[in-house]
């Protein structure tokens, strides 16, 4: 399988490159020297970036989004995580090194990338689609993000076992909606949609007492007895729900202290900086109440005869 590459070395840069110095003198050409400056300030950049996620400080969705490629970006107000709904859902489920969370259905891995940058926790995606894992893993590899795993599988096929976290940006929905989907690499069905949701609720089920769910747009269907929503913020364009599974009175009390900080976080906008003025922070509701509504192989997808949308990226989705 071709391993992603981002615009500093493509291919046509590195001929350039090879050409670039006629005279055979060994030195720097100027054209050399312009490639060299642009991966070193690409570098600093990506860097200060990931800097911001660790401490805290504020990042654009826009400004991490620009780490896709292009042709991505515009499915991701709808099937990827924004920057700060990342972080703040990380920070729900991560309570120390200890934290090993899930993220069913990790598309690009935008999730899991920011929470390992910006907590302890360890952190694993699950996506279908080759491409985008190729893309996850050769993005962690590449600049060295630590505690960081995806696997190309159905999330049904795992040991859940293994974890005591779990993301949903309500993963499901494209069974629901075709016209919204992201290609054809996978099978879609209102019957998948059940079997799916049914799966989940099953496995979350026999996850013991203190397991924590972040939902984000809810997971599809309702969560199953013990777990309580002891949070649930509104954040630019839907909740962001904590429950924990039998909760102790000390967790339900910890929460109810988060409403004194509500005015402190504050939400980033979806996209420009130049929309700066439409920022609003999360609506906070302590909820405290009950919901009202086998191992698999990191390869082992159904579908693996699909082709990345993005006619201009070099990825093909062979058969393995």
């Given at each position: 399988?071709?391993?992603?590459?981002?615009?500093?070395?493509?291919?046509?840069?590195?001929?350039?490159?090879?050409?670039?110095?006629?005279?055979?003198?060994?030195?720097?050409?100027?054209?050399?020297?312009?490639?060299?400056?642009?991966?070193?300030?690409?570098?600093?950049?990506?860097?200060?970036?990931?800097?911001?996620?660790?401490?805290?400080?504020?990042?654009?969705?826009?400004?991490?989004?620009?780490?896709?490629?292009?042709?991505?970006?515009?499915?991701?107000?709808?099937?990827?995580?924004?920057?700060?709904?990342?972080?703040?859902?990380?920070?729900?489920?991560?309570?120390?090194?200890?934290?090993?969370?899930?993220?069913?259905?990790?598309?690009?891995?935008?999730?899991?990338?920011?929470?390992?940058?910006?907590?302890?926790?360890?952190?694993?995606?699950?996506?279908?689609?080759?491409?985008?894992?190729?893309f996850s893993r050769s993005f962690a590899r590449?600049?060295?993000?630590?505690?960081?795993?995806?696997?190309?599988?159905?999330?049904?096929?795992?040991?859940?076992?293994?974890?005591?976290?779990?993301?949903?940006?309500?993963?499901?929905?494209?069974?629901?909606?075709?016209?919204?989907?992201?290609?054809?690499?996978?099978?879609?069905?209102?019957?998948?949609?059940?079997?799916?949701?049914?799966?989940?609720?099953?496995?979350?089920?026999?996850?013991?007492?203190?397991?924590?769910?972040?939902?984000?747009?809810?997971?599809?269907?309702?969560?199953?007895?013990?777990?309580?929503?002891?949070?649930?913020?509104?954040?630019?364009?839907?909740?962001?729900?904590?429950?924990?599974?039998?909760?102790?009175?000390?967790?339900?009390?910890?929460?109810?202290?988060?409403?004194?900080?509500?005015?402190?976080?504050?939400?980033?906008?979806?996209?420009?900086?130049?929309?700066?003025?439409?920022?609003?922070?999360?609506?906070?509701?302590?909820?405290?109440?009950?919901?009202?509504?086998?191992?698999?192989?990191?390869?082992?997808?159904?579908?693996?005869?699909?082709?990345?949308?993005?006619?201009?990226?070099?990825?093909?989705?062979?058969?393995?």
């Amino acid at each position: 399988m071709n391993e992603w590459h981002d615009p500093v070395e493509i291919n046509p840069a590195r001929e350039l490159l090879q050409r670039s110095d006629p005279s055979g003198s060994g030195g720097p050409s100027p054209v050399t020297q312009v490639l060299t400056n642009v991966a070193q300030e690409h570098a600093f950049e990506m860097q200060r970036l990931f800097e911001r996620l660790r401490t805290g400080d504020h990042v654009w969705n826009a400004q991490f989004d620009r780490l896709l490629p292009v042709c991505w970006r515009r499915l991701s107000i709808m099937h990827w995580t924004p920057v700060h709904v990342a972080r703040r859902a990380a920070e729900l489920l991560v309570t120390g090194p200890e934290s090993r969370v899930l993220d069913v259905g990790s598309g690009p891995g935008k999730f899991c990338l920011v929470g390992a940058l910006a907590t302890l926790g360890h952190f694993t995606g699950v996506e279908q689609r080759p491409y985008l894992v190729e893309f996850s893993r050769s993005f962690a590899r590449k600049y060295a993000i630590p505690r960081v795993h995806f696997l190309r599988a159905n999330a049904g096929d795992l040991d859940w076992s293994r974890y005591n976290a779990f993301y949903f940006y309500n993963p499901f929905y494209e069974n629901l909606d075709p016209d919204k989907k992201i290609d054809e690499c996978v099978e879609l069905s209102l019957s998948l949609y059940d079997q799916y949701i049914r799966m989940a609720q099953e496995r979350l089920a026999e996850a013991p007492s203190g397991t924590r769910v972040v939902t984000f747009h809810g997971m599809g269907g309702d969560m199953p007895e013990g777990y309580e929503r002891v949070l649930q913020e509104f954040w630019d364009i839907g909740n962001l729900d904590l429950w924990i599974k039998n909760p102790s009175p000390e967790e339900v009390i910890s929460f109810q202290k988060v409403s004194s900080r509500a005015e402190e976080l504050q939400a980033s906008c979806l996209s420009a900086p130049n929309l700066a003025d439409a920022e609003s922070g999360p609506f906070v509701a302590l909820c405290a109440s009950t919901p009202d509504t086998g191992p698999a192989t990191e390869d082992s997808s159904r579908r693996s005869d699909c082709q990345d949308p993005c006619p201009e990226l070099p990825i093909v989705c062979s058969k393995s």
